[in-house]
T-cell receptor, first 114, second 110 residues
């Protein structure tokens, strides 16, 4: 158990809908990263927050947004969903926004868009 | 061309064999990570390297910064080692976000 929790574990929804994925980092970790794993693209970095502020953005679509709250949990919002958004979404946390910090991954949320 | 390349893509071994998985990268990096993804999907960090060699149990990871290459070795492999092994790097200018290879799917037969 990494100490990172993600909810829900599974999500099935329809095209055009909006969903919210939630992540709680390990106790004491201030950095949260969101990653997407799809069959064709593999694992890709989406966005990173550190202590409530956005620190880095990767291949995140404009339809997607995220935030980190004062209690350090983070939410990833996916809107106007398309079939291609079906993927595993991972959250990871680390102590700080450092290249040398080990990242601890949550169990992931499996999203299926029908 | 991907910034992080792994080989082989798939690997089947007999229990007890010595296994090597290779990773090459084309960007300047701060650190290289080896991750293990279980069949159920969960991802575990195995190693983080910026130089030299690290060992944990039967797993050994090495990195050659000049050659931009890393290897993950598994000694005395066991069926429970069956998983996808993913190489990832943090580039020199990043805030720690990972750039991933496509992974190596390892299957160890009893």
């Amino acid at each position: 158990d990494s100490g990172v929790t993600q909810t829900p574990k599974h999500l099935i929804t329809a095209t055009g809908q909006r969903v919210t994925l939630r992540c709680s980092p390990r106790s004491g970790d201030l950095s949260v990263y969101w990653y997407q794993q799809s069959l064709d693209q593999g694992l890709q970095f989406l966005i990173q927050y550190y202590n409530g502020e956005e620190r880095a953005k990767g291949n995140i679509l404009e339809r997607f947004s995220a935030q980190q709250f004062p209690d350090l949990h983070s939410e990833l919002n996916l809107s106007s969903l398309e079939l291609g958004d079906s993927a595993l979404y991972f959250c990871a946390s680390s102590v700080g926004p450092s290249s040398f910090a080990t990242q601890y991954f949550g169990p992931g949320t499996r999203l299926l868009v029908l | 061309k991907n910034e992080v390349e792994q080989s082989p893509q798939n690997l089947t071994a007999q229990e007890g064999e010595f296994i090597t998985i290779n990773c090459s990268y084309s960007v300047g990096i701060s650190a290289l990570h080896w991750l293990q993804q279980h069949p159920g999907g969960g991802i575990v960090s195995l190693f983080m390297l910026s130089s030299g060699k690290k060992k944990h149990g039967r797993l050994i990871a090495t990195i050659n910064i000049q050659e931009k290459h890393s290897s993950l070795h598994i000694t005395a492999s066991h069926p429970r080692d069956s998983a996808v092994y993913i190489c990832a790097v943090t580039d020199g200018g990043s805030q720690g976000n990972l750039i991933f290879g496509k992974g190596t799917k390892l299957s160890v037969k009893p």
